[in-house]
Every structure is written in C-alpha cells, then in structure tokens.
C-alpha cells in the first residue's frame, strides 16, 4: 500500500479519460476519506458516470492513477468491499427477488442476512414476487439491496433515486444516510440537489469531465456569494437586473445592499424585502454556467 492511501476510500490523482477524441474527464483530482458520504453532481455528459465506472474498475483510466480502499479496482478483493447500483444493471426476469439477493449473498465472503437486506430496501413485502412482474421502483429497491449484499464498506450508488415517487425516494435517502451513519463510505452521483444537500457531507461537482466545485453543501452555495432578494414595488421599474411577476421583483446579486442604495437613489419604494442565500439549485446553474470557481 502506498503512503497516504490507507485512509483513503477513493483517490484519484490526475485520472483522464477519453472515448476516441473526447475527453469524458480532464485531470481529476479526488481524495474520499473513508467514512465521508458524498455527492457527485453534474449536467448530462459532465462525467459522473464515467468517474463512478473507473473507481469501480469498470473502465480503464487513459491517464493518472486510482486508488480505492487503498488498492486497485480491479483487485478482487478491493472488489469485494466495494457494493455498487448502476444506472445499466440487468438481470435475469425469471429469478424471485428473494432468489436474486441469495445469489449475489454467495459472492461476498461476509454477506448481510437476507432479512436485514429486505427489510433496509423495503422488500418484505414482494421477497417472493418474480423480477419479471415488479415496477420500476421496485426493481430500483432490489438493485439498492444488491448493492447492499456483501456489507460494504464503500457504497456507490449512480442515481438512485430514479424512478421513485416521493416517499419510496424519502425512504431510500433515509436507508443510505442511515448506512452513511454506520460509517460505510457513500459516493452518490444525482441530478436532485435537493438529495445532495440532504445526505452528502460533501458535493463534488463536476462539468465537462472538471471538478468545478468540491465543499460542503453550504461551502458551493457560499462559493457562488449569491442573494436572491424579492421585493414588491408600485413604482414602474424597467430594469433588467430584475425578474417581474405583477408588483414583485426578484434578482440573484453578489451584493443585495448596492442593489437596493440603487433603488433607494432613484427614488423607489419597496415593501416585502427579503433577501435569502441563493439555494443549491441555483448555486448549481450558476457553476456550470461557466462561473467557476472552487470553495475548498
Ligand atoms: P448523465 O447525467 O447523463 O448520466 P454523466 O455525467 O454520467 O451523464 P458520462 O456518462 O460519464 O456523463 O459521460 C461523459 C461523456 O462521455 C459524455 O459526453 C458521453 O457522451 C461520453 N461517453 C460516455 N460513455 C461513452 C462511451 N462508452 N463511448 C463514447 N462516449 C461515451
């Protein structure tokens, strides 16, 4: 093992990655310590999945080297330790689901017990039911379980929440920050910031195969230094800065006090004034709308 990795669940250390003449990543840099829960967010095509797929040895990088729980990906016994759902699982339609968990149950050296996996995924109810007739959202709790089997000590999860109504997407947030809690390493990849925010010590956002931003969900929102600030006026304002719904006005600004002296200097009366950090959605849009810059 090299010096430095032993902490370490994922590190990445100048990792590139091209298909033909694109390059899906660009030089990354990422060091996951264990025990970390992690969120990946990105546009379609930023990278997200390409990143997921090399730590887990899926892919070989083009350039840099990659370490996870202090060896390599491809190492069979790294391989064990490591449980992951993918957007493109497949499995057979004609397995029960209480079949499939004891199938992959045998690959792992130390699996959960089967009840365990089918009560953290919400499954008692359809153990016996065949893949073949579940829904799509069930299908999704099984990959989740699955990804569970071997008790591992660093979960990825590649969107996982898709497909899912509300509750079935609240219940499964809960499961993996439970799991997070247990002190297993969680690196999810998702387009709800929403999610991110809730369960991720830490968001790595990534665009255009960068690392565009890596912090605390409150760290990217305080890199982008945005307001949103909402007023009412009667007084006409034709100004640009401003988005008009009948009397109210709203504007994302650096500096929401030379935003209203301005008003203020022409004369203009408000009512209503709130003034409010700029949410992760909007934090988001504004990284990756090439306003770059990194929090930590
Ligand atoms: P999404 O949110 O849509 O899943 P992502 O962030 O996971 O996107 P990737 O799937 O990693 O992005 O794709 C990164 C880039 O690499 C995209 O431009 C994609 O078209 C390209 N790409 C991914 N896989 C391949 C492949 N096997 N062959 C060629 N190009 C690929």
Redesign the pocket.
Known sequence: MSAGTGEDAVLFRGVSKS??R?L?LDAIDLRIPRGESVAIL??????????LSLLLGLRRASAGAISVLGGDPRARSVRARIGAML?SSGLPEYLRVDEALELFRSYYPAPLPIDELLSLAGLDDIAGSRIARLSGGQVQRLYFALALCGDPELLVLD?PTVGLDVEARRSLLATIAAIAERGRTVLM?T?YLEEADAIADRIVV?DR?RIIADGSPRDVKAGVARKRMSFRTRSPLDDARFARDGERYDALTESPESLLRDLFARGIEIDDLTVTGATLEEAFVALTSGEHRHVA
Do not use: D
């Open positions: 298909y033909g694109l899906a990105g546009p379609n095509g930023a990278g997200k999945t390409t990143a957007q969107e990849s387009h990534i195969g």
